[in-house]
């Protein structure tokens, strides 16, 4: 091979991120480690009772289905209705695009502090531990989509990204507010972190005026001091000029 | 039991890929890594059904586990890297078929190199160029200082130029 320089090497060391295992192997492999999931409530438990006459058995099923959707809205961690409303996110989950799985995400985080919100007015503590592992459970689903968010110059997302962020933040600080530690998720500022950094590298490497360097500059500043969304607002409006 | 089914099941889909690569880059074998990385995940679900508290970094800890199952891989099959003949191509969207070949086997002596390297060198590589981890993520999963992170990437680097 001929001589090669070190960032060239980097360059081509970056190459090896398309190496990705095969999808069904991906399936297949979850599902023998964890199983497949088995639902353990079915909505329509007389459905058989129905099987001869089809119509009638599918208009009472969009009637019960319409009446349960309202009724699973306002269900809350804890609730015999909650897991039917967790599966009806699930379900718009795998409608959303890729590219729009981290915003998504972080809405879910957005409802699950508004769950937590409410189930603090009941001051049922069983539901308070429920509503806190939901929590952290769907943080941590929007840290890994956040992460898996590629480096990207479309100012739009980044703003649709911040945005959630700053609501997520103004929530937390309710949260907190009524006497709830939810703590810091260390796996969500990775994910922030990692994203500011790869947009840091992303501008390094472009040509910039000046004024976007100073700007550049404090940007770098606000990801030392871990102010990721501080740092993301100023690549908004770096992306911007 | 079905949230902490639902917490590891997020932490395989973000991390599945990463170990997959992490390994793949160590055996260069497509079913081997793929024996490996399922195995490394089987084990973390393992351990996090026992205790999930005592997982304080999943990625780190699977690496850890991914670094110890290639460890004992190469102690029963001896020191003899196994090149396979089926191992995952490299996907180039480049249609110019000789610049792809060219491509393709720089790439290869590149992956030849790396996967000689001792292990310190090629993790960090690995997961700074690679995985893209920023440097303090790094510095918390080997215990290391930033400042001894960058240095272990500068001579990391070096060595593998000069393998190359």
């Not at chain 1, 119509?55 to 009472?60: D, K, T």
């Not at chain 1, 103004?170 to 500022?189: M, Y």
């Given at each position: 091979m001929t001589k090669i320089s070190e960032n060239e090497l980097i360059l081509k060391l970056k190459e090896?991120?398309?190496i990705k295992p095969r999808e069904e192997w991906v399936i297949l492999t979850r599902n023998e480690i964890l199983g497949k999931k088995e639902s353990a409530f079915s909505p329509f438990p007389f459905f058989s009772f129905f099987q001869h006459k089809p119509a009638f058995a599918m208009v009472l099923s969009l009637i019960i289905l319409i009446g349960l959707f309202g009724f699973t809205q306002s269900s809350l961690p804890g609730d015999i209705l909650y897991s039917l409303k967790r599966a009806g996110e699930q379900g718009q989950a795998f409608l959303v695009s890729d590219k729009e799985e981290a915003r998504y995400d972080l809405e879910i985080v957005g409802k699950r502090l508004d769950d937590l919100t409410r189930i603090t007015q009941t001051k049922s503590a069983k539901k308070l531990a429920t509503a806190i592992n939901e929590l952290q459970a769907s943080v941590s689903k929007a840290a890994g989509s956040l992460a898996k968010t590629e480096a990207t110059n479309n100012p739009e997302k980044i703003k649709e990204l911040v945005l959630e962020v700053k609501r997520l933040e103004e929530k937390t600080d309710a949260v907190k507010s009524l006497g709830i530690e939810i703590g810091q998720d260390e796996q969500l500022n990775n994910a922030l972190s990692y994203l500011v950094d790869c947009q840091i590298r992303d501008l390094e490497n472009k040509t910039l005026t000046d004024e976007q360097k100073a700007v550049l500059i404090q940007v770098k500043e606000d990801y030392q001091a871990g102010n990721y969304s501080q740092a993301m607002e100023k690549i908004l409006l770096l992306n911007q000029k | 039991m079905d949230i902490q089914r639902e917490i590891f099941s997020q932490i395989y889909n973000q991390n599945i890929d990463k170990i997959y690569r992490f390994i793949f880059l160590k055996v260069n074998s497509q079913p081997i890594a793929e024996d490996l990385a399922s195995e490394t995940f089987l084990r973390g679900w393992e351990t996090f059904k026992q205790d999930q508290n005592r997982i304080e970094n999943p990625p780190a800890f699977l690496y850890q586990i991914a670094r110890n199952l290639i460890t004992d891989y190469y102690r029963e099959r001896g020191k003899t890297q196994i090149i396979s003949a089926d191992c995952a191509p490299i996907i180039d969207p480049d249609s110019d078929l000789e610049k792809k070949a060219f491509l393709d086997s720089d790439l290869e002596t590149i992956k030849t190199a790396l996967a000689g390297l001792k292990e310190d060198y090629s993790q960090a590589l690995v997961w700074r160029y690679?995985?893209?981890?920023?440097i303090s993520e790094i510095a918390k999963m080997t215990n290391k200082s930033e400042g001894a992170v960058r240095v272990l990437l500068h001579r990391a680097l070096k060595t593998l130029k000069e393998k190359v």
């Amino acid at each position: 091979m001929t001589k090669i320089s070190e960032n060239e090497l980097i360059l081509k060391l970056k190459e090896f991120r398309k190496i990705k295992p095969r999808e069904e192997w991906v399936i297949l492999t979850r599902n023998e480690i964890l199983g497949k999931k088995e639902s353990a409530f079915s909505p329509f438990p007389f459905f058989s009772f129905f099987q001869h006459k089809p119509a009638f058995a599918m208009v009472l099923s969009l009637i019960i289905l319409i009446g349960l959707f309202g009724f699973t809205q306002s269900s809350l961690p804890g609730d015999i209705l909650y897991s039917l409303k967790r599966a009806g996110e699930q379900g718009q989950a795998f409608l959303v695009s890729d590219k729009e799985e981290a915003r998504y995400d972080l809405e879910i985080v957005g409802k699950r502090l508004d769950d937590l919100t409410r189930i603090t007015q009941t001051k049922s503590a069983k539901k308070l531990a429920t509503a806190i592992n939901e929590l952290q459970a769907s943080v941590s689903k929007a840290a890994g989509s956040l992460a898996k968010t590629e480096a990207t110059n479309n100012p739009e997302k980044i703003k649709e990204l911040v945005l959630e962020v700053k609501r997520l933040e103004e929530k937390t600080d309710a949260v907190k507010s009524l006497g709830i530690e939810i703590g810091q998720d260390e796996q969500l500022n990775n994910a922030l972190s990692y994203l500011v950094d790869c947009q840091i590298r992303d501008l390094e490497n472009k040509t910039l005026t000046d004024e976007q360097k100073a700007v550049l500059i404090q940007v770098k500043e606000d990801y030392q001091a871990g102010n990721y969304s501080q740092a993301m607002e100023k690549i908004l409006l770096l992306n911007q000029k | 039991m079905d949230i902490q089914r639902e917490i590891f099941s997020q932490i395989y889909n973000q991390n599945i890929d990463k170990i997959y690569r992490f390994i793949f880059l160590k055996v260069n074998s497509q079913p081997i890594a793929e024996d490996l990385a399922s195995e490394t995940f089987l084990r973390g679900w393992e351990t996090f059904k026992q205790d999930q508290n005592r997982i304080e970094n999943p990625p780190a800890f699977l690496y850890q586990i991914a670094r110890n199952l290639i460890t004992d891989y190469y102690r029963e099959r001896g020191k003899t890297q196994i090149i396979s003949a089926d191992c995952a191509p490299i996907i180039d969207p480049d249609s110019d078929l000789e610049k792809k070949a060219f491509l393709d086997s720089d790439l290869e002596t590149i992956k030849t190199a790396l996967a000689g390297l001792k292990e310190d060198y090629s993790q960090a590589l690995v997961w700074r160029y690679i995985e893209d981890l920023p440097i303090s993520e790094i510095a918390k999963m080997t215990n290391k200082s930033e400042g001894a992170v960058r240095v272990l990437l500068h001579r990391a680097l070096k060595t593998l130029k000069e393998k190359v």
